[in-house]
């Protein structure tokens, strides 16, 4: 006896809000359809380029489900794609029919029966076949096609909406493992270490173990180099979201059309090029730690967004209207001067107010002069394993030269520098079993003003002053030394010096200090 549509279509418009796998869903489809228009076997195949895949069956032997039916090899299937309603064969056609030895109770090739199929579209686009076969050869001659369209269109309705589920898990399947392996790097990479014994550094690590336990958000700021990445990984490592993904997004690396995205993510077509779904750095990083650097970079229509993430809990991916929970910790860091930005109109009170829960200065290295050495003992070790040097060490005027340099770029320009310095000495050609030492012409600092003043350079006499004396007396050393280096170039003398020329001028004035016409000092007398 064979239902109504209505009566078999109710079962299937209840399955899909059931969690049910997408084989299951096609079977009961088939069934369905079957219950109003009785046949023998049925079939629904996938279009993937120019063969057709069975993705369920009814009648069939189960092992039709592992045949691939080529167009050009299968006429009748190539004919059913070819219209766009609904085809049916006459009981004597000649075309070889694809399911011969395969309808159930039918070893051998089929004999006179009906056979009939429609085309799947979605969304305009081909998607496959809706085949039916009777061993009765006038079982569709009076078919209701009115029943016939309504199962197509049911038929590419259920299979959108199980195309759509099957990409959503995937694409939640695919979001869990990103996260996971971003979890496993973090845990399986070394942790990169803090190096230094000053107070200046010993203070610092003394805040990090302070602040990592708590959910505070942490604003880090520092000059360019100072390792601020660094600090927001000890702060990771010690915090109760250890286990979980620690995400970093340079918020100054990217074009600002693309920050948005990249911190909630998007849903297709969102915009030109978003070709799938793509979850943010917020996703990603939910139940752990979210690190943004140059914070201070972002353009204030995301500062807003951030700020509403940052309050709620609540985002939404570009472009869409649902609504996601994540639970993220957020680490920032800059080298600007995020006060002065908020005065200036640049940065958002409220989001500054709120990255800045807990406030970490990071020190710039030359507030931390005793741990250059130290610093560039683990940059030389790295260079020696990284390099293939067998021993390597800093000569003594090498450490002078470290030691007096002020470091404009921190510790990044430390290990840059020490790198340099390798390479430079390797080239030398010295055996591998020699001890390679640096210089400090390796070192390459002798156009700077730290190198141009070692303790046995600089007269002794002015010890022997009053403070004031000497400061004068050592001034005027280092000024001598370093314009006779440069030929008496008052500009580039007071780069390297770091001050204003009028200021340098004013300064060789008082100092007794009378210049050449190329700006050379004369001591007076």
Not at 25 to 50: F, H, T, V
Not at 110 to 119: I, M
Not at 427 to 440: D, E, F, I
Request: aromatic share 4%; hydrophobic share 40%.
């Amino acid at each position: 006896m064979t239902q109504s549509p209505l009566t078999a279509l109710l079962p299937l418009l209840d399955d899909l809000s059931r969690d049910l796998p997408q084989t299951e869903r096609y079977r009961r489809l088939l069934l369905a359809i079957q219950s109003c228009l009785p046949c023998d076997a049925l079939a629904l195949l996938r279009l993937e380029g120019d063969r057709l895949v069975p993705v369920a069956v009814q009648g069939l032997s189960p092992e039709t489900l592992g045949r691939r039916f080529r167009l050009d090899e299968h006429p009748r299937l190539r004919a059913i794609l070819a219209n766009h309603g609904a085809t049916r064969f006459a009981a004597d056609c000649e075309l070889p029919d694809p399911y011969d030895g395969l309808v159930e109770g039918t070893p051998g090739r089929l004999q006179v029966h009906d056979c009939l199929g429609c085309p799947l579209y979605i969304d305009g686009q081909p998607w496959g076949l809706l085949t039916l076969d009777s061993l009765d050869p006038s079982r569709f001659g009076c078919i209701d096609l009115d029943s016939l369209e309504a199962f197509t269109h049911l038929a590419a309705a259920t299979v959108k909406a199980c195309e759509r589920m099957l990409g959503l898990a995937r694409q939640a399947e695919h979001e869990r493992r990103l996260a996971e392996t971003w979890r496993q790097a973090a845990n399986q990479l070394p942790a990169r270490e803090l190096i230094g014994q000053s107070d200046a550094h010993r203070h610092l690590l003394e805040e990090i173990a302070l602040v990592a336990r708590s959910p505070l958000a942490v604003l880090i700021s520092g000059e360019t180099g100072t390792g601020k990445e660094l600090v927001a990984q000890a702060v990771h490592r010690q915090s109760e979201r250890w286990q979980q993904p620690l995400i970093s997004l340079n918020c100054a690396a990217l074009p600002e059309s693309l920050v948005e995205s990249e911190l909630f993510g998007h849903v297709r077509g969102a915009f030109s090029g978003a070709t799938a779904a793509r979850a943010g750095k917020f996703e990603l990083a939910d139940g752990g730690t979210l690190f943004l650097d140059e914070v201070g970079e972002l353009p204030l229509s995301v500062q807003a967004k951030l700020l509403r993430v940052l309050q709620s809990g609540q985002l939404q991916r570009l472009g869409s209207d649902r609504e996601h929970h994540v639970d993220v910790r957020i680490l920032a860091a800059t080298n600007r001067d995020l006060a002065a930005a908020v005065r200036a109109g640049r940065f958002r009170a409220d989001l500054y107010h709120r990255l800045g829960a807990y406030p970490l200065h990071v020190p710039p290295l030359r507030q931390r002069q005793q741990d250059v050495l130290l610093l560039a003992g683990y940059f030389l070790e790295q260079c020696r394993t990284r390099l293939q040097v067998r021993n390597v060490a800093l000569g003594n005027d090498a450490r002078q030269a470290l030691l007096a340099y002020d470091w404009p770029g921190n510790v990044r320009e430390l290990e840059h520098l020490i790198g340099r310095a390798v390479l430079k000495a390797r080239a030398r050609g010295l055996p591998n079993s020699q001890l390679l030492q640096l210089s400090a012409a390796d070192l390459g600092l002798s156009n700077d003003a730290a190198s141009v003043l070692t303790t046995e350079s600089i007269e002794p006499a002015f010890l022997t002053c009053g403070l004031r004396e000497a400061v004068d007396g050592f001034q005027r050393q280092l000024i001598e030394a370093v314009m006779a280096q440069h030929q008496g170039n008052l500009s580039a003398t007071a780069r390297v010096l770091q001050i204003d020329r009028g200021n340098l001028h004013r300064l060789t004035r008082r100092l007794g200090l009378r210049c050449t016409a190329r700006g050379r000092p004369i001591a007076p007398g």
